[in-house]
């Protein structure tokens, strides 16, 4: 995936992309752009300098070792408009007025509008794309009545939309594999006079040599000796950057049959969710349900565990439907106490969807042991499929040790202002806890992030798991992730899948991924648009179109980011489709009122 710059200044860190970033001697981009090495940090100062720069450019890093031979690194020029935003009270007095939507996290006060000459205006930096919005004036949102533009909301109703700098995509570059004869690979394209185009093998530049409408690259001689590669296309002209196109090779020919592929090439995985507790009883031996009455049966361990899920492993239940992946629920020993959820109508829960960990290394045994977890992991492994373990970096329940023993570790429950810190989502990001149970640990004190980051990887070299889904990923700085992948990187050495959980706009999304942090994040964006417009009426799929490509642009076309059809936290699709729930209902509540059924 290309690195994005900002608009003026990009800071990289090179052991992003180096595992020894002290062996960068000097790097050189498109006259363009100013390349400075930081050699002290191992970062690189890029500066943008002009004010309409090419969509794309390439950056030259030369190591000690191989000064004639310099990797290339893709880069994008920011594609960010500044848009004025306009709001016309037609003859209304009101004290504020703000914007709330898909720019700022639904949080009106992060985008104030100023008054003058009888306008309310702000200005906004935004990349292009389809905006939801409402305009709040006086604390009470509503429609904008300036602009007629306007789009389901997916909850029964709809909002306004602000379209920003789209593209006509029939003027970009796009690219094809047209066919491939011996070492060479045949590409096609739509022809326009000033395209570039770019070919790199294993972050080497190919020669490309034009043929008719398109072009052809040769594999180098020395992919012989190499088991895997790949051959990236990218390409740009006066319109804007194209698709990208990801050619997987085994040694010196293109991969015809993608089962040839290795299950660690992550591109291939197709995931299977669990929830542990609610899948299979394989064992009911080890049944124990809380008795408190206080808990509903819908919120009482009801039996599911490792047992259950390695029979339909060896039953071939996953295999048959076409999934080489499965990912669990947390399988971390949780509490054997029920606890009452801090939200009215305060209902109580136990821990059977396991995001309560009272032990971050010892298998729940309600759910089983850490050798039946080893053996399940072993099995899919000789299935030739990956498991991702749900690891949960951001906080533990209070009566994990750690809250007693450290609590100089955690955020802090109290705000200087008196409030509790409690699900304050976008206001306190990085500090706010989810219960009042849930302490949240302080990533941004190194030792925290340093025994964090460990924990992680002793489920590596002691389970050999595939990957992780990590939860609550917004809500820890950036520099853990930086600092984990890291650790995978040099202490591991294998292949790990990262995929994270973010509920937030494509910009919050995309900057947890990149080579040296997450290689994915759950792409909900595009899961809500899909979703509101393949099971309701009112949505267009030029409406669908739109979202399919501000991830691509967001993310690239070979991205690994999730494409989900739903998950534990949100009410499956086939029940709206299905007319069994309806879009301006509370579906949580009404999981309560009755059974959920396909109606329709």
């Known amino acids: 995936m290309p690195v994005t710059l900002e608009k003026d200044t990009t800071l990289l860190f090179l052991e992003d992309f180096y595992l020894h970033p002290e062996e960068i001697d000097s790097v050189s981009g498109p006259d363009w752009l100013t390349c400075t090495l930081l050699k002290e940090t191992h970062q690189l100062r890029v500066v943008v300098q002009e004010a309409s720069p090419p969509p794309m450019g390439m950056l030259r890093m030369y190591q000690r070792k191989y000064p004639q031979a310099p990797d290339y690194l893709v ?106 004869e011996g070492l060479w690979v045949h590409i096609g394209r739509q022809q326009h006079s000033d395209d570039r185009v770019f070919a790199i093998w294993n972050n080497r530049l190919l020669p490309i040599v034009m043929e008719g409408d398109g072009f052809k690259v040769k594999i180098p001689d020395i992919a012989e000796s190499i088991p895997t590669g790949t051959i990236r296309i990218f390409g740009y002209n006066n319109a804007g950057p194209g698709n990208d196109m990801l050619i997987p090779l085994q040694y010196n020919a293109v991969v015809q049959n993608p089962q040839a592929i290795s299950r660690k090439d992550f591109h291939t995985s197709v995931m299977y969710f669990i929830l542990v507790d609610r899948f299979v009883n394989g064992d009911t031996t080890n049944d124990q349900p809380i008795q408190d009455e206080r808990l509903d049966f819908k919120t009482n361990y009801q039996g599911g565990d490792l047992a259950g899920i390695l029979k339909k492993v060896e039953d071939g239940y996953f295999t048959e439907m076409g999934f080489n992946t499965l990912w669990l629920s947390p399988v971390f020993q949780n509490p054997r106490e029920a606890y009452m959820e801090y939200p009215a109508p305060h209902r109580w829960f136990a821990g059977y969807h396991g995001y309560w960990p009272i032990s971050l290394s010892q298998v729940d045994d309600r759910f089983g042991t850490n050798a039946l977890y080893k053996a399940l992991v072993d099995t899919l492994h000789n299935r030739n499929m990956n498991i991702v373990l749900d690891y949960i970096a951001n906080h533990v329940h209070s009566e994990h040790p750690l809250w007693s023993e450290h609590p100089e570790w955690f955020s802090s429950l109290d705000l200087p202002d008196g409030r509790k810190n409690l699900r304050l989502w976008d206001e306190q990001r990085l500090t706010t806890w989810f219960e009042p149970y849930m302490p949240s640990l302080d990533h941004a004190q190194p030792v925290v992030a340093e025994a964090s980051a460990d924990s992680a990887l002793w489920w590596l070299n002691t389970y050999g798991v595939d990957g992780f889904r990590h939860d609550a990923t917004k809500h820890i700085e950036i520099e853990f992730w930086r600092l984990l992948t890291r650790k995978i990187k040099t202490e591991y050495g294998m292949p790990v899948y990262q995929i994270g959980e973010t509920f937030g706009n494509r910009e919050l999304i995309g900057s947890y991924v990149g080579s040296g942090l997450l290689d994915a994040q759950f792409d909900f964006n595009t899961y809500f648009d899909a979703r509101n417009i393949l099971a309701m009426d009112e949505s267009s799929f030029i409406d669908l179109s739109s979202s399919l490509h501000n991830t691509f642009d967001y993310y690239g076309y070979h991205h690994l980011m999730g494409n989900i059809t739903g998950n534990h936290d949100l009410a499956r699709f086939i029940s709206f489709a299905g007319k069994g729930l309806k879009w301006n209902e509370d579906d949580k509540e009404a999981g309560w009122e009755r059974d959920i059924k396909v109606e329709d």
């Open 75 to 180: 880069v994008n020029s920011s594609q960010k408009k500044t848009v004025e935003w306009q709001f016309n009270p037609k003859g209304k007095t009101y004290t504020s007025v703000g914007i709330m939507g898909d720019i700022n996290g639904w949080d009106a006060s992060k985008t104030p509008l100023s008054f003058q000459d009888g306008i309310w205006t702000t200005e906004v930096v935004l990349n292009p794309g389809r905006y939801q919005y409402l305009v709040v004036a006086d604390g009470q949102p509503m429609m904008d009545p300036n602009n007629p533009i306007q789009v389901a909301n997916g909850i029964g109703g709809i909002n306004s939309l602000m379209i920003v700098g789209e593209k006509d995509r029939t003027q970009l570059p796009y690219f094809y594999l047209q066919s491939t």
